[in-house]
């Protein structure tokens, strides 16, 4: 159950005053979250309903913006642009207020970040029961295993690498003979490749076109015949 991210402000018996001269002024507000209980939304219904600039600080009509973000113009709570304005005009806060300030941020926000927290769990959990799941998928999840375990010990990397040049090197082409031009060849059906044909599979001659019955020599330039 997760609840709204809207931040609102506690009733003016908990706010407190700013101070020039011994004398209080500006009312700051202090912050919470609002209890209310969402599903699928940001904030709750009467959350999502702010007016502008609206009179009453304490009211879930003014908008403060939500718990971590910026403050909004209205807000008048500990941190906003309001406040922050009073400061720079020389108005100070009674270091009581200031921590009791704080400490209603940071409670506001623990709550966010234990929401999160909460969400990232559920996301590293995930794993564990797909493998429940896909009944039939056991052999996948065994590669899966290897894999991570090979990452973790180098020499079984250096034998990984050496796999795809031993694959490549050995791998098992099925080839039709053909009669192109006089001369026999063995074709390639997969990748297009002929291959010449005196005593087995002989050189690639090039690409073969089965529709028009051309020969693209074009391979002889290719690198990837360079090899062979
Ligand atoms: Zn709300």
């Known amino acids: 159950m997760a609840t709204c991210l809207s931040r609102r402000a506690h009733p ?4 407190f005053r700013l101070y020039k001269d011994g004398k209080p002024k500006f009312t700051i507000f202090t ?6 209980i969402v599903e699928g939304t940001k904030v709750c219904e009467e959350c999502s309903n702010k007016l502008p600039m609206y009179k009453y600080q304490a009211n879930q009509k003014c908008d403060h913006g939500l718990i971590g973000g910026p403050y909004p113009k ?19 806060i009674l270091e009581i207020d200031e921590q009791r300030a704080k400490e209603a941020i940071s ?24 493998p429940k799941a896909t009944k039939s998928a056991i052999p996948v999840i065994e590669t899966t295993r290897a894999t991570q375990e090979s990452s973790m010990v180098t020499p079984t990397i250096l034998e990984s690498t050496e796999l795809p040049i031993v694959v490549s090197d ?16 063995y074709f390639d059906e ?5 291959y010449e044909a005196n ?3 002989g050189k690639c001659a090039g690409y073969y076109n089965t529709e028009t ?5 074009r391979a002889e330039s290719d690198s990837e015949f360079n090899d062979d």
């Open 74 to 92: 209205d807000s008048k709570l500990y941190g906003s642009p309001y406040y922050l304005n009073c400061i720079k005009n020389g108005y100070t």
């Open 199 to 201: 005593n087995g599979v």
């Open 190 to 194: 997969d990748s297009g490749k002929l």
């Open 31 to 36: 912050e919470f979250r609002c209890p209310n």
């Open 170 to 185: 050995i791998t098992v082409v099925k080839v039709r003979k053909i009669h192109h031009e006089n001369k026999d060849y």
């Open 12 to 15: 003016d018996k908990v706010s």
């Open 107 to 130: 409670k506001a926000t623990m709550q966010v970040d234990m929401t999160k927290a909460k969400k990232v769990i559920k996301l590293s959990s995930k794993p564990k029961p797909k």
């Open 213 to 217: 019955s051309t020969l693209d020599p």
